[in-house]
């Protein structure tokens, strides 16, 4: 039993899929305070069609300070760590999901740190996968996490404020 993390900054859902068949049991944990984003694929409509009941989106796991910054504070921690240790008791493997790529800029770390000291699973980061077809998961896991080799990444707060912003704020400038 183990506890994955995925970014999908930059991704096509379409990269997952594969991850979630060959992590069997497993269900991908959506995270993020608010399911929806323009990058196609990632919002929960679309989700739910794609992994059905392997999908749950936990607004609980939202942090509530994406937006604004400042430290990680869950929208309701007691209660989505509670259905996360009673997933994984179930024989389930969680799947964090949240749109930041580099697990070390997003709240999904901090939640999976607390449920390994829950459980005493180990969590394990989903790699970048590369461009070519994608490989079987253990060959995956063996990648290294190299964000700046792979040009941008999709932070919480730049994906947030552009959200937020007008249509017209949002016209790229003429030159």
Same mark, same amino acid.
């Given at each position: 039993?183990?506890?994955?993390?995925?970014g999908y900054g930059g991704r096509a859902s379409w990269e997952l899929t594969p991850l979630v068949?060959?992590?069997?049991?497993c269900c991908v944990i959506d995270v993020r305070l608010r399911p929806w984003t323009k990058q196609p694929g990632? %919002?929960?409509p679309? +989700?739910? !069609?794609?992994?059905?009941?392997?999908?749950h989106w936990c607004r609980s796991l939202g942090n509530v300070n994406f937006v604004r910054g400042g430290p990680?504070?869950?929208?309701?921690?007691r209660k989505g760590m509670k259905k996360l240790v009673?997933?994984?008791?179930?024989?389930? %493997?969680?799947?964090? +999901?949240? !749109?930041?790529?580099?697990?070390?800029?997003?709240?999904r770390i901090a939640i999976a740190e607390k449920l390994a000291k829950l459980t005493g699973a180990p969590v394990i980061h989903l790699p970048l996968l590369t461009d070519s077809p994608v490989k079987r998961v253990d060959e995956q896991l063996a990648l290294t996490l190299d964000t700046q080799s792979h040009g941008?990444?999709?932070?919480?707060?730049?994906?947030?404020?552009?959200?937020?912003?007008?249509?017209?704020?949002?016209?790229?400038?003429?030159?």
């Open positions: 039993m183990n506890i994955f993390t995925f068949f060959e992590l069997r049991p990632w %919002s929960l679309e +989700l739910k !069609a794609q992994f059905a009941g392997e999908y990680v504070k869950l929208f309701d921690e009673e997933l994984m008791r179930s024989g389930v %493997s969680p799947i964090l +999901l949240c !749109a930041e790529r580099d697990p070390t800029g997003c709240h941008h990444t999709s932070g919480h707060i730049s994906a947030a404020t552009d959200a937020n912003k007008s249509k017209r704020t949002q016209r790229s400038k003429r030159k």
